[in-house]
Every structure is written in structure tokens, then in C-alpha cells.
């Protein structure tokens, strides 16, 4: 049974950080590739953030250069440091877990329940 737990989101300023983490249970962990969605209200889930198995990362372009994402395969976590937060950043922000060589436009595999990041000031 694969799970996955999100924390760490909340209300920060614009400029502020936030770190999310997501942690998976189930066997096969250090196989799979795994991401940072996110949906705002009335848009579409769409990417943020991945990592593959091998540890090869990749970033939409709105969140280059601030976002960073990383995975730690003995605890079964991957995590999203967000710095420099936008008022655009604010949605609910979904770990996924999927199979290793699909394309992170592709919306598959499994979904934690979301995190809530808010920026306002």
C-alpha cells in the first residue's frame, strides 16, 4: 500500500521560505521518480518540481532558481525548499510517486492530500 504524507506548508510573506516534505510508505521508494505538483483554485494541477531515481532534477520555469528539490532514499522523503515565495506560489501542493522515465507533464501514479502554502502579506 503506497502512501504519501505531506507537511510543512502554511501562511508566509511574500520574499519568506517555506520547506515542504513528503514522506512514502510502501516498498520500491528508491526506484521511483517523484514530484511537486501544485493546484491553485480554478486553474489546473500542474508541475513544480522532480526528481528522478538517480537524483536528475527538473523545475518549471516559474520556480527556477528558487525552488529546490531534493530526496532522502533511507528515510523515504523527498523535499521542496521554496525561497523567495510569490503571491503566485500560493496553492496546494501535492507530492507524487510514479514510475521511473514518464514525463512529469503526464499527471500519474500516486498523490499525497496536499499542503496548503498561502503567500500574503
Known amino acids: 500500500q503506497v502512501q504519501l504524507v505531506e507537511s510543512g506548508g502554511g501562511l508566509v510573506q511574500p520574499g519568506g521560505s517555506l520547506r515542504l516534505s513528503c514522506e512514502a510508505s510502501?516498498?520500491?521508494?528508491?526506484?521511483?521518480?517523484m514530484g511537486w505538483y501544485r493546484q491553485a483554485p480554478g486553474k489546473e494541477r500542474e508541475f513544480v518540481a522532480g526528481i528522478t531515481n538517480s537524483g536528475a532534477t527538473d523545475y518549471a520555469e516559474s520556480v527556477k532558481g528558487r525552488f529546490t528539490i531534493s530526496r532522502d532514499n533511507h528515510k523515504n522523503t523527498v523535499n521542496l525548499q521554496m525561497n523567495s515565495l510569490k503571491f503566485e506560489d500560493t496553492a496546494v501542493y501535492y507530492c507524487n510517486r510514479r514510475p521511473q522515465g514518464i514525463g512529469w507533464s503526464r499527471r500519474v501514479g500516486y498523490w499525497g492530500q496536499g499542503t496548503q502554502v498561502t503567500v500574503s502579506s
Open positions: 510502501g516498498s520500491g521508494f528508491r526506484s521511483n521518480a
